[in-house]
């Protein structure tokens, strides 16, 4: 009876394994169906990026949080200062880099009126 199962099993996953590989082989009829596939797919790849490169951010203020927090002792005001100093710093890091249209980073060049209000 296991044997049986195991069968049943694997000719449920051969299937599924079959419809996806027929859905993939779909070939499109016209430039502008591949056209449309192509964007749809950067369009996913940009918000899986976006959405990775956010978490990489919160998981690196999160790890100076909780570094923070483990540390023994007491913490002083000036100790909670340099931790909002290192957030800070870390963000305003991210922030003041820019990607051109060749997908590499580059600093954004403050404006005077920036320069001036800082």
Same mark, same amino acid.
């Given at each position: =009876?296991?044997? /049986?199962? #195991?069968?049943?099993? $694997?000719?449920?996953?051969m299937t599924l394994f079959e419809?996806?590989? &027929?859905?993939? /082989? #779909?070939?499109?009829?016209?430039?502008?169906?591949? #056209?449309? &596939? +192509?964007e /749809?797919?950067?369009? #996913? +790849?940009?918000?899986?990026? =976006? $959405?990775?490169g956010f978490q990489? &951010?919160?998981?690196?203020? $999160?790890d100076k949080i909780t570094v923070f927090e483990r540390k023994p002792g007491s913490k002083s005001?000036?100790?909670?200062?340099?931790?909002?100093?290192?957030i800070k710093q870390f963000v305003e890091t991210g922030l003041s880099r820019k990607v051109n249209a060749d997908g590499?980073?580059?600093?954004?060049e403050k404006s005077e009126e920036e320069t001036a209000q800082n």
């Open positions: =009876m296991d044997t /049986e199962n #195991k069968n049943v099993e $694997l000719d449920e996953q419809d996806e590989v &027929a859905e993939h /082989e #779909k070939q499109p009829e016209t430039n502008d169906e591949l #056209k449309d &596939a +192509i /749809e797919t950067l369009s #996913k +790849i940009r918000r899986q990026s =976006m $959405l990775l990489v &951010a919160c998981q690196s203020v $999160l005001n000036n100790d909670h200062k340099r931790l909002i100093k290192e590499e980073t580059e600093p954004i």
